[in-house]
C-alpha cells in the first residue's frame, strides 16, 4: 500500500537549520503534490509547502524566506530544510501527499505518520 | 491570505446524534475545501474533498456541504470512534489554510 516515512533529526539547535526526508513507497512519485505540514505541541496544523516531481514548489507566504524543499525522484524522496529555526518550529512535522487530477487538487489522502521535531539548546 | 474559521471550537453530543461543524472563509473559495479527523494521538485523515465528495473508505454518516464561504460537515449519526479533532482546510490558493479545529467528544 502506499506509504509515506519521514526521517530526520528530532532535536534542533536555534539558529540552525531543520532538515526532514519524505520517503514514498507503493506509489509513483508523480502522482502526488508533496507537501509539507506541521503541528505544534497541542495546536492546530499549519501548511508549509508543496513540491512536485518537476521540482515546482509553492510556500507558505509566513515561512517562505525560510523554507527550501527539494525531491530526489531516483529516490522516491522529498526534502524539507527550514533554516534560522527557534523554539517556534518545534511541532511534529508531516508530509502528505495530494493527488491532481486535470489540475484540480483532491485534498491530501497520504499522510507519513509524522516526527516530532524539538528546537532547543 | 484568507483566514478561516470553525465554530464550535468544540462539541459534545450523545451516541447517535447528529452533528454538524461549520468552516467559514472570509473569502470565496469556490468549492476547494477538505475536511479532515484527527484522532487523539494520531494522523490526520481526509474525509471529504472538493466541499462535498466523500474520500474512499470514509463512513457515510459523514457528508459536506458549502460552496463559497461557508461550508458545513455532518455527521448523521455520531459513533464513539468519532471523537476526533476535526479540521477544515481551503487550497483554491495558497496557502492552505487549516481552519483551528473542532473538538468532538461523546457526552
Known amino acids: 500500500q502506499v506509504q509515506l516515512q519521514e526521517s530526520g533529526p528530532g532535536l534542533v539547535k536555534p539558529s540552525e537549520s531543520l532538515s526532514l526526508t519524505c520517503t514514498v513507497s507503493?506509489?509513483?512519485?508523480?502522482?502526488?503534490?508533496w507537501n509539507w505540514i506541521r503541528q505544534p505541541p497541542g495546536k492546530g496544523l499549519e501548511w508549509i509547502g508543496y513540491?512536485?516531481?518537476?521540482?515546482?514548489?509553492n510556500s507558505n507566504p509566513s515561512l517562505k524566506s525560510r523554507v527550501t524543499m527539494s525531491v530526489d525522484t531516483s529516490k522516491k524522496q522529498f526534502s524539507l530544510k527550514l533554516s534560522s529555526v527557534t523554539a517556534a518550529d518545534t511541532a511534529v512535522y508531516y508530509c502528505?501527499?495530494?493527488?491532481?487530477?486535470?489540475?484540480?487538487?483532491?485534498?491530501?489522502?497520504?499522510w507519513g505518520q509524522g516526527t516530532m521535531v524539538t528546537v532547543s539548546s | 491570505d484568507i483566514q478561516m474559521t470553525q465554530s464550535p471550537s468544540s462539541l459534545s453530543a450523545s451516541v447517535g446524534d447528529r452533528v454538524t461543524i461549520t468552516c467559514r472563509a472570509r473569502?470565496?473559495?469556490?468549492?476547494?475545501l477538505a475536511w479532515y479527523q484527527q484522532k487523539p494521538g494520531k494522523v490526520p485523515k481526509l474525509l471529504i474533498y472538493?466541499?462535498?465528495t466523500l474520500q474512499s473508505g470514509v463512513p457515510s454518516r459523514f457528508s459536506g456541504s458549502g460552496s463559497g464561504t461557508d461550508f458545513i460537515l455532518t455527521i448523521s449519526s455520531l459513533q464513539p470512534e468519532d471523537v476526533a479533532t476535526y479540521y477544515c482546510?481551503?487550497?483554491?490558493?495558497?496557502?492552505?489554510?487549516f481552519g483551528p479545529g473542532t473538538k468532538v467528544d461523546i457526552k
Open positions: 502528505a501527499g495530494a493527488p491532481v487530477y486535470f489540475g484540480a487538487w483532491r485534498g491530501f489522502d497520504i
Open positions: 507503493g506509489t509513483s512519485i508523480s502522482s502526488h503534490y
Open positions: 513540491i512536485y516531481n518537476s521540482g515546482n514548489t
Open positions: 473569502q470565496d473559495i469556490s468549492n476547494y
Open positions: 472538493a466541499a462535498s
Open positions: 482546510q481551503k487550497y483554491n490558493v495558497v496557502p492552505f489554510t
